[in-house]
């Protein structure tokens, strides 16, 4: 593991984006909340949020994070796909680019896991780190395509 001791405490966050992509016919499930599981939205949240946090015991060697700020939004794309979007922020010495990264997978396989019954051929993808900021590599932010 990398020893940060000696960097300094700054501001740094990150912006993750990720899409899943099902039928239709799943989609309007999900946005009209039929499915039998449950509210498939709110359930993602929250295991994004929950991965974002657990990231460290996930990915070798990653540091523990006290996250200062999680969010994890679930909107529609198009009408056979939903974008998952992760920003992460915290006052510290290493950035939170993994824990964003974590938490739109997260998020998007818990769709997957809840709407399986329904829609095999869900496929995650265009997982990406759109931006971040804070540390000592200073900022990025990814091309539009």
Do not use: N
């Not at 994890?72 to 680019?97: F, I, M, N, Y």
């Not at 964003?100 to 993808?125: F, G, H, N, Q, S």
């Amino acid at each position: 593991m990398v020893d940060v001791t000696d960097k300094a405490e700054t501001s740094r966050s990150a912006h993750a984006r990720g899409r899943i992509r099902m039928a239709p016919r799943t989609l309007a499930m999900i946005l009209d909340q039929a499915h039998p599981k449950g509210d498939v939205l709110a359930v993602a949240r929250i295991a994004g949020i929950q991965a974002a946090k657990k990231t460290w015991e996930l990915i070798p060697l990653c540091h523990p994070l006290m996250l200062g700020g999680v969010e994890v939004q679930l909107e529609p794309d198009g009408d056979d796909a939903l974008r998952v979007d992760a920003h992460c922020r915290l006052k510290g010495s290493t950035g939170v680019e993994m824990e964003a990264l974590t938490a739109v997978t997260v998020a998007a396989l818990t769709v997957y896991d809840m709407c399986k019954a329904v829609d095999r051929a869900m496929v995650i993808e265009q997982v990406c780190l759109l931006e971040k900021s804070g540390g000592r590599s200073g900022d990025f932010v990814r091309e539009p395509q």
